[in-house]
């Protein structure tokens, strides 16, 4: 009775006792660089609550609010140009660049052989490895991603834990007979503008609702899975 307890923890450490095949895919996204426009509808009531509160703050004497306005006259002033919101890449539609939709988060996605795709037929899908002999499955995720992108030192991987995961089931034109379970982890850009993406013969970056047009047959999926 004993050795039976002890056995499991004498065994080699594994995420699996079967033979089903597990997939480490990682979102990687550059999260916004600009602030996003404020909603018509928010942007209202913002402005119903300052005049509301307005009507109770205290007012402070003229000779007082005088001497402040008289304050800094002389000095230099810049003046201060706002950045363009839409950059080049958004009038070209270039979606592999990473200066376009500045108040969006942009998804990587690349186009090639995926595990699980129907033999010798690229698809568009996320970075990916085969979980192997890996310490954990996080670090299965962090090879696949420095296998597209060469480098992690402008990447952060938020936490050890899958965000989410799918078990995926072979379909009629695959050969594959067995299913498999896919474990999506989030990785972010950090002051980055530029990758050079390797292993895919395509790749894009993408909003959510973008996204959506590559990867139709888990929209649903995905659209739970992200939230903006």
Not at 133 to 151: W, Y
């Amino acid at each position: 009775m004993k050795m039976s307890l002890v056995r499991p923890l004498l065994t080699r450490r594994g995420f699996s006792t079967s033979s089903e095949k597990l997939v480490a895919s990682v979102l990687f996204e550059r999260l916004p660089v600009v602030i996003p426009k404020i909603d018509p509808i928010v942007y209202a009531f913002q402005e119903f609550s300052f005049r509301w509160r307005q009507q109770y703050q205290r007012r402070y004497p003229d000779e007082f609010l005088d001497k402040s306005d008289a304050r800094g006259k002389g000095d230099y002033q810049i003046d201060y140009v706002p950045a363009p919101r839409v950059t080049e890449a958004d009038k070209t539609n270039d979606r592999k660049s990473l200066q376009r939709a500045l108040d969006r988060r942009l998804y990587l996605l690349l186009f090639g052989n995926a595990y699980g795709a129907p033999s010798g037929k690229p698809v568009w899908h996320f970075p990916e490895k085969v979980y192997e002999s890996e310490d954990t499955m996080r670090k299965c995720a962090e090879s696949a991603l420095n296998s597209v992108i060469g480098d992690l030192s402008n990447t952060y991987f938020v936490g050890n834990a899958p965000m989410a995961h799918m078990v995926v089931n072979p379909t009629e034109d695959q050969s594959g007979p067995t299913s498999f379970k896919r474990f999506f982890f989030k990785s972010q850009v950090i002051a980055k503008n530029k990758f050079n993406i390797a292993k895919c013969e395509d790749h894009v970056w993408v909003t959510k609702d973008e996204l959506m047009e590559y990867l139709p047959e888990q929209a649903e999926f995905f659209n739970k899975m992200i939230i903006s």
